[in-house]
């Protein structure tokens, strides 16, 4: 089993900053990418963020240049730091990982989701 957990959600002013982490634990082999992507009410759960193994981040265009990606390979686990936050940045945020899973010989990939956590910015 895999698990991903999740920390860091809340209520923060226009303008705020929060930082997301989110720890995957449990039969992994290999973690190749690891996420965050979001959800808002009515709307289709879209990309804020993902990094490979190697470092390579990709963005979402509404939060470039305002959300952070990192990484800890060594703990499994991954960082958002969102800076200049708006209230459309107002989701719930969910912890994405795309991992390799071995079972005696055999090696599946997998993507693994978090629980999600609320991110509410309001003034």
């Known amino acids: 089993q895999v698990q991903l957990v999740e920390s860091g959600g809340g209520l923060v002013q226009p303008g705020g900053s929060l930082r997301l982490s989110c720890t995957a634990s449990?039969?992994?082999?290999?973690?190749?990418?690891m996420g965050w992507y979001r959800q808002a009410p009515g709307k289709e759960r879209e990309l804020a963020a993902a990094i490979t193994s190697g470092g390579s981040a990709n963005y979402g265009d509404s939060v470039k240049g305002r959300f952070t990606i990192s990484r800890d390979n060594a703990k499994n686990t991954v960082s958002l730091q969102m800076n200049s936050l708006k209230p459309e940045d107002t989701a719930v945020y969910y912890c994405?990982?795309?991992?390799?899973?071995?079972?005696?010989?055999?090696?599946?990939?997998?993507?693994?989701w978090g629980q999600g956590t609320q991110v509410t910015v309001s003034s």
């Open positions: 994405n990982a795309r991992i390799t899973r071995t079972s005696g010989i055999m090696y599946y990939n997998e993507e693994h």
């Open positions: 449990g039969s992994i082999f290999r973690i190749n990418a």
